[in-house]
């Protein structure tokens, strides 16, 4: 018999055997039925358009699910529609009653197609789960129409009539809406995030709203989700990496109109202190056009140069306060000619692209000016007492983490650090070596203190600065290469000296045996499993392929940032794991108001049918189950007594 006390407090909501019987019936009953779909995304860097189109698609799932139910019934054509409606219902609706086609006969006939689809899409659900994603005010309408039996007579004519009550009472948009949220909610049970969900692309602060309203999703955290994570905690070597990068690809729009952060005070001292200098090689990439906060260009140069020459000195100040990170070479302030105009990287010497720096000292290059402590000081307090950036920051913690296990795979962003004969690479932190899993719990608990211990407790500051070393240093997980060459790539002609080495570990993570190795350190079986990474882009124009290691390794980085997409040739993937097989969505480059359903392959059938029963969920059931049998037996060994309700109550 199980500890009694446990058995007391389940018995606050399972007071008699009845109630707990029948929770034990029902949840042995969900464990028959099939495991929900799981979809996985990666590298979303702030790409809103196609990452929202994507999720309200079910990357083309929805569209296969129409195709299947109407395909010899409606043409192609009507199918579209119906896919568009269901993917943006508000906006279809508004189109159509302007354009005079929102019928009573075309409300009824879209009633009755969305009500098939919502069928289907729910038919792996307990009726009860459904209910609960129901919307409070249509629920028993929807409930009614989602199991009508057209061949019993005597309800033809009570289903018929529910259709045109809801149409003659005039709330038939409202439902058309609410069906279409409900089909998008149904076809996806859980979302992963394999990390990087900001920098690039125009917008990482509407995907995060809408990811915090999906019903269930987890996040693997990736370099650019650290610096962002970084910057919240007022780290300034994170905070200038934040908006150098916004800056540099023209991102205006997410930090002044999506988190209101004024940089005002940053164009004017970058057109003060570089008004004669065209910053030519800080001219930003312009992939998205700003809609709230266009800036000019050339001011946009200046800016970018100025935030960056801060960011090399805040950075080399973080590099001499740690030593153990090992990264005094990447001081390359200090290693400049101010007179020669060269710079020293390792053993050789380069001429430098630029060497027009009013605010550095040559006798004490990482000294900020006065204008620059202040400008950074004011930037710091922005972050730290930024409402709706912390909102999401703290989303990110409570729904995320450097990996997770889940179902026999396992998820996380960039790598596991490996040497070059396979073995976890070790990192000293506190004095202590770490590798492999060791080692990403140790980090996860570091990237918790920075954000969550106060700013006069041991550790704050050494937690702080290392959130920076994970967005470039040569161990970090969720970086992956040696060094971070931004510096070469502003300065320096060469392109071979800005070469970035990836981790041994993306060389030997290809082969079957070391993805065995790590899923072994992390507790999985090796049948059955597989590890889920993004970070580097897959470049299918190239010939690569996403799926690796005979099935074992899948990355899903296919460029869904357009910054990208040139190199890869498509826009990206989704994972999809059903019930029955794993899938590959290949994305197109998304193009509003024109076809955007994915090309969808099957890569892996399962043996047999995956069942709740066999998933992490069913495990955790059987275990419920398995408490619910103590507690009856309890009750009926008279160890603990029933609560029955009285008459008068």
Not at 52 to 63: E, M, N, P, V
Not at 112 to 121: A, G, T
Request: charge should be negative; include cysteine.
């Amino acid at each position: 018999m199980r500890d009694l006390d446990y058995l007391k407090l389940m018995t606050r909501e399972y007071p008699t055997v009845k109630a707990a019987a029948s929770e034990m019936i029902n949840l042995t009953a969900i464990c028959g039925l099939p495991k929900g779909t799981e979809y996985f995304f990666s590298d979303l860097h702030g790409e809103y358009e196609a990452f929202i189109h994507l999720l309200r698609s079910s990357s083309g799932i929805i569209r296969e699910k129409i195709e299947e139910t109407f395909g010899n019934i409606i043409p192609e054509d009507e199918q579209v529609q119906l896919a568009n409606l269901i993917y943006y219902p508000d906006k279809i609706l508004n189109r159509m009653k302007a354009e005079g086609r929102a019928t009573k006969d075309w409300k009824r006939i879209t009633l009755y197609r969305l009500v098939q689809i919502c069928r289907e899409v729910s038919s792996k659900y307990s009726r009860s789960k459904v209910r609960k994603k129901m919307p409070q005010d249509f629920a028993y309408a929807i409930d009614e129409l989602l199991h009508v039996d057209y061949n019993d007579e005597n309800k033809k004519v009570y289903y018929s009539e529910i259709i045109h009550a809801i149409i003659d009472s005039g709330i038939a948009d409202k439902f058309i809406v609410a069906l279409c949220e409900l089909i998008q909610n149904l076809t996806i049970d859980n979302l992963h995030i394999i990390g990087d969900i900001f920098d690039r692309g125009p917008r990482a602060d509407i995907i995060m709203e809408e990811l915090m309203h999906f019903h269930d999703v987890d996040i693997q955290w990736g370099n650019h989700d650290i610096s962002w994570m970084g910057a919240a905690t007022g780290n300034l070597a994170c905070i200038c990496n934040v908006l150098r990068i916004a800056i540099s690809y023209n991102s205006f729009d997410v930090l002044e109109e999506g988190y209101g952060i004024n940089l005002r005070s940053l164009s004017m001292f970058a057109a003060s202190v570089y008004r004669n200098d065209p910053c030519e090689r800080f001219v930003p990439h312009i992939l998205d056009e700003n809609i709230y906060d266009a800036v000019d260009p050339g001011l946009a140069a200046k800016m970018h140069k100025a935030i960056a020459i801060i960011q090399f000195k805040v950075e080399g100040q973080i590099i001499k306060r740690h030593p153990g990170y090992e990264m005094n070479d990447r001081i390359l302030l200090e290693n400049i000619d101010y007179e020669k105009g060269t710079v020293k990287v390792g053993d050789k010497e380069y001429p430098m692209l630029d060497m027009n720096f009013p605010t550095v000292d040559p006798k004490d290059p990482l000294k900020l000016t006065p204008e620059e402590d202040e400008l950074m000081q004011n930037f710091a307090l922005s972050f730290k007492h930024n409402k709706l950036l912390h909102k999401h920051i703290k989303f990110l913690y409570s729904n995320g983490g450097l990996y997770k296990c889940y179902n026999s795979n396992l998820l996380y962003h960039g790598c596991i650090p490996m040497t070059k004969d396979g073995e976890f690479d070790c990192l000293y932190l506190d004095g202590e070596a770490y590798a492999g899993k060791a080692l990403m719990d140790k980090i996860e608990q570091r990237v918790k203190d920075a954000y969550f211990l106060k700013s006069k407790d041991e550790g704050k500051e050494r937690a702080t600065d290392f959130m920076w070393y994970l967005w470039c240093g040569s161990k970090s997980p969720v970086y992956g290469k040696d060094k971070m060459t931004t510096f070469e790539h502003y300065f320096i002609a060469d392109k071979a000296v800005g070469k970035e080495v990836l981790n041994p570990y993306y060389q030997l993570s290809v082969k079957e045996e070391y993805c065995n190795k790590i899923l072994e350190e992390f507790g999985l079986p090796l049948h059955g499993s597989h590890i889920i990474n993004g970070h580097v882009p897959v470049k299918i124009k190239d010939g690569e392929t996403p799926v690796k290691a005979n099935g074992k390794l899948f990355i899903i980085d296919g460029g869904l940032s357009k910054a990208y997409q040139a190199k890869t040739g498509i826009a990206g993937y989704t994972l999809i794991y059903n019930s029955r097989h794993l899938a590959l969505a290949e994305h197109k480059p998304f193009q509003p108001d024109q076809e955007n359903t994915p090309k969808v392959q099957i890569v892996e059938k399962m043996t047999n049918r995956m069942m709740v029963a066999d998933t992490d969920l069913g495990v955790e059931l059987k275990g419920r189950i398995e408490d619910l049998k103590e507690l009856v037996t309890a009750y009926r060994r008279g160890l603990l007594k029933e609560k029955t309700k009285r008459k008068n109550e």
